[in-house]
């Protein structure tokens, strides 16, 4: 019988050595409890992969192993089984398949995961919690940036969780007890008597935890008790190539945070800055050219820079009339859904005359008017 009890004594010590030594500790990689809601450690793991994705630290090895090892942590709390079974055996419980467990070569691509956050799928969430309020922030951009698509880093000051306490008020889990008096409940059940001999019963609002059922014995000291504080969060918005003004970018649930309460959404919408030579409409850009006088008799070759610094070439043969619109073909914005289809360009032609010319020249064309028509420059006029 003792020799027995030493036996268990020993294998259980060397489970918890080989834990201590062998496996990773998933809730601290993603920072979170141990009694963590799922929304809360996607959360962690949103903010974190943005700091530590492969996009944003193109190579540091350091960075992708993080990343891969968020990843990983992710995906097992993320899963019931895989959680109860890293719970009581750790990362070799999980290796050695208990439960069927397959890892990432049967589950999903850590970039999947990431992915599906910022793709604007809305996932699984739990009906039961509240939802914060969206916050709409405007994004200006400039028509380059919709023209080539861009990266734009973005600040967002925003309430977030106290990373202390994770948002409970209390110095630690365990200074939080389920209140006494109302036995959690929130609720307290009185008895009045409104006669002889008859009794009323009413429910009233605990007083002792105001109604919370749980009594905080120990205030966080890093929030005071508050579960919130201000922050601030980085984000990296893509900017599509053919995007419109006025366009939303949805960030799934990072709005403030609040205790309980699953963040509304950041909506960033796009604003256009003005450009010095392009406008937008639609697909299609407009821009006005000056060409000389004799430009616009006598035809011309010049070129113009496009949005991506390539050149256009402008041609014209002949007599070009003021404010003729020449439409260039496929020298538009790119279409957002395929963006090898193009818009087209329209240029408008703006006639830039001569401040002054000289007696000479004006007799020589006025030779070419109608009156004279064999002597000299032939001026053919539109009828008016
Ligand atoms: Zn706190
Ligand atoms: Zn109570």
């Not at 002792?208 to 929030?223: Q, R």
């Not at 639609?282 to 991506?308: C, P, R, S, V």
């Not at 439409?327 to 401040?355: A, C, W």
Request: with cysteine.
């Amino acid at each position: 019988m003792r020799g027995s009890i030493t036996w268990w004594l020993l294998v259980t010590l060397t489970v918890l050595v080989s834990m201590a030594l062998a496996s990773k500790d998933y809730y601290k990689i993603l920072d979170v409890p141990r009694d963590a809601q799922k929304a809360q450690i996607k959360r962690h793991f949103k903010k974190l992969s943005r700091v530590y994705h492969p996009d944003k630290n193109s190579g540091d090895e350091a960075a992708s192993q993080k990343f891969m090892e968020i990843a990983n942590a992710y995906e097992v709390l993320m899963d019931d089984e895989k959680r109860s079974i890293y719970d009581r055996y750790g990362e070799e419980g999980l290796k050695n398949g208990g439960g069927g467990g397959h890892g990432f070569g049967g589950g999903g691509d850590p970039f999947d995961i990431f992915s599906h956050f910022f793709g604007g799928g809305h996932g699984h969430r739990q009906a039961q919690e509240k939802r914060g309020p969206d916050i709409a922030i405007p994004l200006e951009v400039t028509l380059e940036d919709l023209y080539n698509g861009a990266v734009i880093e973005v600040d967002v000051s925003k309430q977030v969780l106290c990373d202390h306490c994770h948002g409970s008020g209390a110095r630690r889990p365990e200074d939080i007890h389920t209140c006494n008096t109302c036995d959690g409940r929130g609720m307290v059940i009185k008895r009045a008597q409104v006669a002889p001999g008859m009794f009323q019963q009413f429910q009233q609002q605990c007083q002792a935890c105001d109604g919370k059922g749980k009594i905080t014995e120990h205030l966080c000291p890093s929030c005071s008790g508050h579960k919130v504080r201000r922050g601030n969060e980085n984000y990296s918005i893509h900017i599509e190539r053919g995007m419109n003004d006025a366009q939303k970018i949805i960030l799934d649930e990072e709005a403030d945070e609040y205790p309980d309460t699953i963040p509304g959404n950041v909506i960033f919408v796009t604003r256009t800055a003005p450009h010095p030579v392009f406008e937008r409409r639609g697909n299609n850009l407009y821009t006005k050219q000056h060409i000389t006088l004799i430009e616009a008799l006598a035809g011309f070759k010049k070129t113009m820079t496009q949005l991506d610094n390539s050149i256009i070439e402008l041609e014209r043969e002949g007599v070009t009339q003021y404010g003729f619109v020449q439409t260039i073909k496929g020298q538009g914005m790119p279409l957002q859904e395929n963006h090898s289809r193009h818009g087209d360009l329209f240029v408008e032609y703006q006639v830039i005359f001569p401040t002054e010319v000289d007696s000479e020249t004006i007799e020589y064309l006025k030779k070419g008017s109608t009156f004279a028509p064999d002597n000299g420059p032939k001026l053919v006029h539109q009828e008016l």
